[in-house]
């Protein structure tokens, strides 16, 4: 992937640091390029995934139902969710 004037191009991401957030300079070049594991798709939609820390749960401090959202990734071509395994006649891959 090459910008306007034929250099790789270059996105600023956040990287996880103790402290302060930085950025950081990666080029796209560097990476690996994520397909669907069950079609070879390139293009994902983003959903979400809605779970729910009940309040009855020891765990849960607030005494509140707590509403936790996840962004999942969706394959566009078949609608694999990316990450989870693919499963066929029944098994697991």
């Known amino acids: 992937m ?11 991401i956040r990287v996880p640091n103790v402290g302060q957030p930085q950025q950081q300079q990666i080029n796209i070049q560097d990476t690996a390029e994520q397909l669907c594991p069950k079609c070879l798709g390139k293009h994902f939609n983003i959903a979400v995934r809605l779970h729910v820390f009940s309040k009855l749960n020891p765990k849960n401090p607030s005494g509140q139902d707590v509403l936790i959202k996840m962004e999942v990734y969706l394959c566009r071509s078949c609608g694999h969710e990316y990450g989870q395994p693919v499963v066929q006649d029944g098994k697991a891959d």
Not at 2 to 12: D, E, F, L
């Open 2 to 12: 090459s910008g306007n004037n034929g250099k790789p191009t270059v996105i600023p």
